[in-house]
């Protein structure tokens, strides 16, 4: 890693209470698949948003792909209307391009405005918006922003969609970076001044393909797990500052659909996050005081928030030892991959815009109380 590409700021300060505990302002997850709508018997917005108040963001960004697919003006009202109903923290959603037609620049451009950022499903995935390279450099080509262009892809179209973004001059979000490969794509392209960010999936960080025998269907995901070769140059592009922040991709199955011949494809993740970092900071792997910069501080400038607030905050125990199971999970799939696994961290305390949301393992915000960024 050449010294061009350590970008992280020293001597970031997280702000502890008081001896024991550490405060993140503003924490973040821009990559969640909170389910609702025709998928609720997955997960609500109302079950998905508690368990992320548990795992102490107060923010998610709500992905397309849960049918209807938020693709145009009506589907994204619809799902606004019933965010606002239900989430219990603060959110915003993501538009996904329609692989049903062409872009019309106008639309985009309208549509913009209201969400975090544009979706392209170039790889296989859950849901029905996967689009080919034509389609993702028409769709890249026609966005206009404010948000950036997030990208679902494994292999050969993580390069295309870097090559595309150059070349139209727009900014792009690898998703849930997935290999060596692609970190030594996105730290090319970043060193060649492309306007480039990524972030990485916690199963990502903690699991390797050698997990997939004893996790069966619990470690079925896409991208898929990578090999501990891959899983070290995340860490280290994680370190480093070539990937900026930590994004979940929470996406709930029942466990009945997990235990199909061909399970769905994710993995809970708002839950547990938070405490899997915490416990990898206990041993070393990064510094306590890059978890503000790459669980709040990074997304939120990424996807043009403003500067967290001091009221709006997660207080973490970084020395409480427990074991993460089913039982003290809020999602409502009610599995985790995690599940057995002792965490060195816990999240003590929740706070969003001043009320003290989720304590001593309960939410305490009702659904609604969730606001639209
Ligand atoms: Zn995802």
């Not at 821009?30 to 102490?56: D, I, N, Q």
């Not at 603060?90 to 872009?103: F, H, I, M, S, V």
């Not at 727009?170 to 997935?178: A, F, Q, T």
């Not at 060596?180 to 999936?201: F, M, N, R, Y």
Request: proline share 7%; hydrophobic share 40%; glycine share 10%.
């Amino acid at each position: 890693m050449s010294e061009r590409t350590r970008t992280r700021p020293a001597g970031h300060t997280s702000a502890p209470t008081n001896s024991r505990l550490l405060r993140i302002n503003g924490t973040l997850d821009p990559h969640v698949h909170l389910r609702g709508l025709e998928w609720s018997h997955k997960g609500t917005f109302a079950s998905e948003t508690a368990a992320a108040l548990a795992g102490g963001y107060c923010a998610v960004f709500d992905m397309p792909n849960t049918p209807p697919a938020t693709v145009n003006e009506t589907s994204l009202q619809r799902k606004l209307i019933d965010l606002g109903a239900q989430a219990r923290c603060d959110y915003k959603a993501w538009l996904g391009a329609d692989p049903k037609r062409d872009p019309n620049p106008q639309e985009l451009q309208q549509l913009g405005q209201q969400v975090c950022g544009l979706k392209l499903y170039c790889g296989e995935t859950t849901g029905t918006l996967l689009i080919d390279r034509t389609l993702m450099e028409s769709y890249i080509a026609a966005w206009s922003g404010p948000g950036p262009i997030g990208l679902h892809a494994e292999g050969d179209m993580i390069q295309h969609f870097i090559e595309a973004v150059a070349r139209y001059g727009k900014v792009g979000h690898i998703c849930h970076i997935p290999t060596k490969a692609a970190v030594e794509q996105l730290q090319a392209a970043k060193e060649a001044g492309v306007k480039l960010t990524a972030g990485v999936s916690p199963h990502h960080l903690f699991l390797t393909d050698r997990d997939l025998d004893a996790l069966g269907p619990k470690a079925v995901m896409k991208p898929p797990l990578g090999q501990s070769t891959d899983r070290d140059a995340l860490w280290e592009g994680l370190r480093s500052g070539v990937i900026d922040m930590v994004e979940t991709d929470h996406a709930p199955h029942t466990w009945e659909e997990k235990q199909q011949h061909k399970p769905a494809f994710g993995v809970a993740g708002l839950d547990t996050c938070l405490p899997l970092m915490l416990t990898a900071a206990s041993e070393g792997r990064i510094g306590y005081d890059l978890l503000p910069t790459i669980l709040a501080d990074a997304p939120r400038a990424v996807f043009g928030l403003a500067a967290a607030d001091a009221e709006s905050y997660v207080l973490l125990d970084p020395k409480s030892r427990w074991t993460i199971t089913a039982e003290n999970l809020h999602t409502d799939c009610g599995w985790s991959p995690f599940e057995g696994v002792s965490m060195t961290g816990r999240v003590v305390e929740t706070v969003l815009r001043g009320r003290t949301v989720f304590k001593d393992s309960e939410v305490l915000a009702e659904p609604g109380f969730g606001q639209p960024l």
